[in-house]
Structures are given as structure tokens and as C-alpha cells.
Nanobody, 116 residues
Framework: QVQLVESGGGLVQPGGSLQLSCAASGSIFRISVMGWYRQAPGKQRELVASILNYGSTNYRDSVKGRFTISRDNAKNTVYLQMNSLKPEDTAVYYC??????????WGQGTQVTVSS
């Protein structure tokens, strides 16, 4: 089992920044990829960014150049730095961890609201 605990959401004005953190515990040696998804009201959950164990990253087009995903293996933590936030970034953000055997683990979600 893998447990994921997120932090860092909140309310921010357009153009502002937030950093999300996700701390993993448990059977972390099984994790091959970590990432962030988001779900806005009435919409499907979508991938925002992901990072593989060896550091390769992937971003959805709408956040490229604004968001940065990183991980600190010593702290078993993955971060999502979000800059130049837009109202359309408003959503519940979920941390995700995937294993090589196809198991998926999710955090509880943290609300990000971009509004003036």
C-alpha cells in the first residue's frame, strides 16, 4: 500500500503562484510514476503533470511553461509549482502514484481556486 498526503492548495488571484506538495509513505519502492491530476466541477479528471522515477516529465499542453513538477526522493515528496495561474486552473488537484504492476494510488485532493 502507498499513502499520499497533499498540501498547499488555496485561493490565489489570477497571475499568482501556488506550490502543491505530496508526501508518499508505505510501499514507496513500488512507485514508478507520480503525478498530479485535477478535476473541475462537471468535468472529468485530467492529467496535469507526471514524473517518472528517473526524472522524465510530462505536462498537459495548457500548463506547459507555467507549471513545474519535481520530486525529492530523499523526502519521498513530489511538488507542483504553479505560476501564472488562470481561473481555468481552478479545480481539486489530486496526487497520483502508479506502480509497475498497474496499481494506482490517490491522495485526498486539495482545492485550488484562482479568482479575483
Amino acid at each position: 500500500q502507498v499513502q499520499l498526503v497533499e498540501s498547499g492548495g488555496g485561493l490565489v488571484q489570477p497571475g499568482g503562484s501556488l506550490q502543491l506538495s505530496c508526501a508518499a509513505s508505505g510501499s514507496i519502492f513500488r512507485i514508478s510514476v507520480m503525478g498530479w491530476y485535477r478535476q473541475a466541477p462537471g468535468k472529468q479528471r485530467e492529467l496535469v503533470a507526471s514524473i517518472l522515477n528517473y526524472g522524465s516529465t510530462n505536462y498537459r499542453d495548457s500548463v506547459k511553461g507555467r507549471f513545474t513538477i519535481s520530486r525529492d526522493n530523499a523526502k519521498n515528496t513530489v511538488y507542483l509549482q504553479m505560476n501564472s495561474l488562470k481561473p481555468e486552473d481552478t479545480a481539486v488537484y489530486y496526487c497520483h502514484a502508479g506502480t509497475g504492476l498497474g496499481f494506482d494510488y490517490w491522495g485526498q485532493g486539495t482545492q485550488v481556486t484562482v479568482s479575483s
